[in-house]
């Protein structure tokens, strides 16, 4: 493993980690994924649907409705279990989450051409002591993140695909978000786009 580029204190990247082929399985294996538990857009805080589509591997997976946004047990279209984690998101887990507590979430982001994230902290797990590992996949996105106050100063960094990065420390409550995509800056994704994996320990 090579020594990441600590990018702030608590948020440390490593561009191009997994290899091609490691990308197009983590891909494949999302792709089927898809077919048991589909992609779906969530709605945000305010009622109106998110640009991005999630799914999830593991025990937890993300679910919204008038209720509020949770981790869930069930995807709430089939009310059928997640798909299993891959072995080799266990695997990046052990060495650069924790390597005693496995994750029990992988949320799964699909970004097509004009989707976006808000700024937003990670603050739906129990022990924020666990770091959140993110793996790129696909279209390069435009990053950005800042620190634990809304009125922190952000920086933008371009994510490519193969990078993994991870908030811990002091950066694990860090303002982030993604503001755009660079469409068709990657072939990797059937039907173009992004795919971003977080591994959490969600509970
Ligand atoms: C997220 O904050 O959940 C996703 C971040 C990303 O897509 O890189
Ligand atoms: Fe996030």
Known sequence: MFQPLTIMSGF????????LP?????????MAAAEVA???????AYGKPMSVAMTAFGPLGWTSDPRGYRYAERHPGTD??????PRALLDL???????????DS???????????MGLHQDRDEADPRFPVLSISLGDTAVFRIGGTSPKDPTRSLK??????CRLSGPARLAFHGVDRIVAGSSTLVPGGGRINLTLRRAR
Do not use: I, K
């Open 80 to 85: 059928e279990p997640w798909p299993d984690m």
């Open 159 to 164: 994510l490519n695909s193969g990078d993994v």
């Open 38 to 44: 589909p992609f779906a857009h969530y709605a945000t």
């Open 93 to 103: 887990w052990t060495l650069l989450g924790d390597p005693e507590t496995p994750p």
């Open 106 to 116: 992988c949320l799964v982001n699909l970004y097509r051409e004009g989707a976006r």
């Open 22 to 30: 490691a990308q197009r399985a983590l891909v494949e294996a999302v």
């Open 12 to 19: 440390d990247l490593w561009p191009g980690l997994l290899d």
